[in-house]
């Protein structure tokens, strides 16, 4: 293949990547749209809007990606995975939330000296923030709930599969592993914003991607993006609401606790990643041997026919 034609290749599974990231845009927009047009304030809604958005992204980019996959290589990897990796997915998710926390509090630090950095952690903290131009006292009791379910359960599912799923999907297939952790990773950070987000956000999107190739499942990038939703932001999101009469005290010693927990975390996450690798090798020796052992078979198979066939001659 000539170099004009590995390049070919390469543009048209990068524009393909573009284009589920489109097509998750797309989506969203559209039940944006639908609730303008009937009217439901998103703002208020927003564990409502974030369900439906992610059921129907979901829904139909797998159909889609199934449909695509039918004469290939499967886009979407789902291999089971053990209760010791199940295990290191968890720490490794506290680790990457001590990261994101540390980058925070060192970000934070900086924009006492930089005008501009201070305006942009404004901004990054009012977008993290459901209740920064919403009162509490508008949102229904329930709506929360449903948002906190969302956010810690459903969105990691529909996120993992469009940016590890789809995307590093498409484009492993000419890229290779390595090259396609980069890509997608730097498209996960784009598409959170250029802001204080960007910067956690890709080195979240290398450690996830990393991870999904390692286990060969989308099952562990999932249980990876929610163990970060749920510590990083669904605790938060419920004990803050005034409704609940969650004591102020309470709330505060348990985020800090989380804070704290996750940041130690850090160096025992890199330590549980490794064994992930560790493991992937472990299986990938264990395969090779069993394919050795049947190739080995099927030629003592072939021998004992011909020596059959010769004893009858």
Request: glycine content about 6%; proline content about 3%; hydrophobic content about 50%.
């Amino acid at each position: 293949m000539s170099f004009w034609e590995k390049a070919l290749k390469k543009s048209g599974a990068l524009g393909k990547s573009v284009v589920w990231l489109l097509y998750f845009i797309c989506a969203d927009s559209a039940i944006y749209y639908a609730f303008m047009y009937l009217n439901i304030d998103r703002k208020i809604y927003k564990g409502t809007y974030n369900l439906i958005s992610s059921i129907v992204i979901f829904v139909t980019m797998f159909v889609i990606a199934k449909l695509l996959s039918l004469k290939s290589e499967p886009l979407i990897k789902i291999k089971k995975i053990t209760w010791d990796q199940i295990l290191c997915l968890i720490v490794v998710g506290l680790g990457m939330l001590g990261f994101v926390t540390l980058y925070i509090i060192i970000a934070d630090k900086i924009a006492a000296y930089l005008e501009s950095l201070k305006n942009a952690m404004q901004d990054y903290r009012e977008s993290v923030d459901r209740f920064s131009d919403t009162p509490q006292i508008v949102v229904p009791a329930w709506d929360t709930v449903l948002y906190v379910i969302t956010l810690c359960f459903i969105v990691p599912v529909t996120e993992e599969l469009t940016f590890r799923g789809v995307v590093f999907g498409q484009l492993r297939r000419e890229f290779g592993p390595m090259a396609s952790i980069i890509l997608s990773a730097i498209l996960f950070g784009l598409l959170h914003g250029i802001s204080v987000h960007i910067g956690y956000a890709i080195v979240c999107g290398l450690i996830i991607a990393a991870v999904y190739n390692i286990t060969d499942s989308l099952i562990a990038p999932i249980i990876l993006h929610a163990v970060f939703n749920i510590f990083g932001s669904g605790i938060a999101n419920f004990m803050t609401f005034e409704a609940f009469g969650i004591p102020g005290n309470l709330t505060s010693t348990v985020l800090l606790g989380i804070n704290i927990t996750s940041m130690l975390m850090m160096p025992v996450a890199v330590i549980a990643f490794a064994y992930l690798v560790v493991i992937k090798r472990k299986r990938a020796k264990e395969s090779e041997a069993l394919e050795q052992a049947s190739e080995v078979q099927v030629e003592l198979s072939g021998e004992t026919e011909e020596n059959g066939i010769e004893a009858k001659e």
